[in-house]
C-alpha cells in the first residue's frame, strides 16, 4: 500500500470457538464460518461490509488450522488480495491487533485500521458507515476509537462503556470515561436509564502508528514479541505464518486491557446499528423472524403448542410439542435442549463434554480441507465409511497410509486416480482398489464437485496415519 493511499484497512480479527452455539460452532468449524443469520457465513457479511473504493484489502488474523476455511470464504465472498496472517495459538485480540497494525503498517504508518471481529451482525449497514466516517476523524486526530452500541435491554452478557465530552476536533465523537465489566442485572437496569452507558462493541479504529505507539508505552513486551513474531513470518501461497516461537511467548491479553483502559487516547462513536455479537442462542432467536407465537426455525422443524422458542436443525425431523421459552438445536450428532435464560451455560456442557474426552465437544462429523471436505458416515472395529468431496480443480496430497486400505466409489463427477505408476479415469458407478503401502492421489479434473464413497479398512484408522510425499497446499 503507497504512503499516499488514505483507504481504510479492514482487520478482521477471525479467532475464537463460539462455544456457547455448540452444538453447531464447534472448534474444528466456529461460528464466524457459519451462515447463521443468512445464506453467508458471519466472516463473509464482516469482509463485505468493508468493500468498495474507500477501503484498501483486508488484513485478516487467524487460527492456522482454519487457514483454508478463511481463504476460500473469502474467495467465495469476492474479497480481493486479503493478507491472512496465521496465528501458530491463540494469544486474545492484543498479540493478534499488533500483528495486524505492524502489517497494515509497513509502507505506510499512518495507515487507518479498522478492527472488527468476524462474528458479529449489523443491521443497518449505512449507519455503520456513516458512525465509521466519524470514527476516522478522530482517529486521524490521534484517538483510538472504539463504537458503544445503544442498549435495547438491561443486557448482562455485555461489557460496557461510560462515555464522557463530547470531543471538539470530532462531531460525534465523545470521550471514553471507562470501561464496565459485564453488571448483574441491577447494574445492567441502571445502566440502560442513565442514557450514559453503551455496550462494548468489540470495534476500534485507529491508526497503524497510533495503535503501535500505545503498545510500545502500555505493552512493550507483547509489542517486540510480535515484531519478531512478523520479522520471522514465512510466507507460502495467501498466507502469512507468524513465527511459533515468537508468537507463542506473546502475553495472552486482550486489547482492552492491554491498551483501551490505559490510554488517555480513548474515545468512543455512540451508534445504534442493529448489532449483536450472536453470542448465544438467545441471541440468535432475538434477531431471527419469528411467528405469531414468538417462534423462530431452520430446518426441518415441526411445532406444535409452542411459544417464543428457537428450534434449529441441520437435516434431521425435529419436532417440538408444548414447549415455551425454549431452545432446539439439532445437528447430525447431537442435540442441545435448553431454556431461553440458560442460553449462557452452554459452554458448562461443552467443557463437561471435552472432560470426558467426547469428541462432539470439538469436532463436527463434517472435516474441511483445503481441496474440499469430508464426511464420517459409519465406523466399526477395524473398518469406517466415508463421504469425500473435491471440489473442481483441486487433488489431494499424494500418500501413503501404513495400517490401512482403501476402496473409492465414485457417486458423482469425474475421478484421476493416481495409484503407484498407474493413472485411471474414473467415472460415476466407478471403483478403484488402494491396497495397504501403496502411493496414491485422488484429483477432480472436472468442472463439478467430485463425490465418492471411501471404505477404510485396517488395524488402525486415525487421520495421523497419513505420509505425504507431495502436496499443493504446503501441508506436512
Not at 502469512?240 to 483502559?261: K, N
Not at 426441518?300 to 432446539?328: F, K, N, Q, W
Not at 462432539?360 to 474441511?368: F, K, L, P, Q, S
Request: hydrophobic share 45%; net charge neutral.
Amino acid at each position: 500500500m503507497p504512503a499516499s493511499d488514505d483507504r481504510i484497512v479492514p482487520v478482521i480479527l477471525c479467532g475464537g470457538t463460539g462455544t456457547r452455539l455448540w452444538p453447531l460452532s464447534r472448534e474444528s468449524f466456529p461460528k464466524q464460518f457459519l451462515p447463521l443469520v443468512s445464506d453467508q457465513s458471519m466472516l463473509q457479511q464482516t469482509a463485505c461490509r468493508a468493500m468498495g473504493p474507500g477501503f484498501a484489502p483486508p488484513v485478516v488474523v487467524c487460527n492456522e488450522a482454519h487457514r483454508f476455511l478463511v481463504a476460500e470464504q473469502l474467495r467465495a465472498a469476492a474479497v480481493a488480495n486479503p493478507r491472512i496472517l496465521l496465528e501458530p495459538v491463540g494469544r486474545n485480540s492484543g498479540p493478534a491487533i499488533a500483528a495486524a497494525a505492524l502489517v497494515a503498517g509497513e509502507h505506510n504508518p499512518d495507515a487507518l485500521c479498522w478492527i472488527m471481529a468476524s462474528d458479529a451482525v449489523i443491521a443497518d449497514v449505512p449507519a455503520l458507515h456513516a458512525a465509521l466516517a466519524q470514527a476516522a476523524v478522530a482517529a486521524r486526530a490521534g484517538r483510538v476509537v472504539t463504537f458503544g452500541m445503544q442498549p435495547t435491554a438491561p443486557e448482562t452478557g455485555y461489557g460496557y462503556i461510560e462515555t464522557g465530552a463530547p470531543l471538539a476536533e470530532a462531531p460525534g465523537v465523545l470521550a471514553l470515561a471507562r470501561f464496565v465489566e459485564k453488571p448483574d442485572a441491577a447494574r445492567a437496569e441502571a445502566f440502560l436509564a442513565d442514557g450514559r452507558h453503551l455496550w462494548n462493541s468489540g470495534m476500534f479504529v485507529a491508526t497503524a502508528r497510533t495503535l503501535l505507539a500505545e503498545l510500545e508505552r502500555f505493552e512493550p513486551a507483547l509489542l517486540a514479541t510480535v515484531r519478531q513474531a512478523i520479522g520471522k513470518a514465512q510466507r507460502d501461497l495467501d498466507f502469512v505464518r507468524l513465527d511459533p516461537e515468537a508468537f507463542g511467548a506473546a502475553p495472552s491479553i486482550s486489547i482492552d486491557y492491554a491498551v483501551m483502559e490505559k490510554t488517555r487516547q480513548a474515545a468512543v462513536v455512540p451508534a445504534n446499528l442493529g448489532w449483536s455479537d450472536l453470542g448465544s442462542w438467545a441471541a440468535i432467536w432475538e434477531v431471527s423472524r419469528k411467528d405469531a407465537a414468538g417462534n423462530a426455525t431452520q430446518g426441518p422443524v415441526e411445532l406444535l403448542d409452542c411459544e417464543r422458542s428457537y428450534v434449529r436443525s441441520e437435516g434431521i425431523l425435529t419436532a417440538v410439542v408444548g414447549m415455551h421459552d425454549t431452545l432446539v438445536v439439532t445437528t447430525e450428532d447431537a442435540v442441545l435442549v435448553m431454556r431461553r435464560n440458560h442460553a449462557q451455560d452452554v459452554k458448562k456442557i461443552v467443557d463437561r463434554l471435552r472432560g470426558a474426552g467426547r469428541k462432539e465437544a470439538t469436532e463436527h462429523r463434517r472435516m474441511y480441507r483445503p481441496w474440499g471436505h469430508y464426511e464420517g458416515l459409519i465406523k466399526g472395529e477395524r473398518f469406517q465409511v466415508k463421504k469425500i468431496q473435491v471440489r473442481p480443480g483441486q487433488k489431494l496430497s499424494l500418500q501413503k497410509h501404513f495400517h490401512r486400505a482403501e476402496h473409492w466409489v465414485v457417486v458423482d463427477g469425474t475421478a484421476v486416480v493416481t495409484r503407484d505408476n498407474e493413472e485411471i479415469l474414473l467415472r460415476e458407478n466407478e471403483s478403484v482398489y488402494l491396497p495397504l503401502g501403496c502411493v496414491h492421489r485422488l484429483a477432480n479434473p472436472g468442472k463439478i464437485p467430485l463425490t465418492l464413497i471411501e471404505v477404510q479398512s485396517g488395524g488402525y484408522l486415525g487421520e495421523d496415519d497419513i505420509v505425504r510425499i507431495e502436496d499443493t497446499y504446503g501441508r506436512s
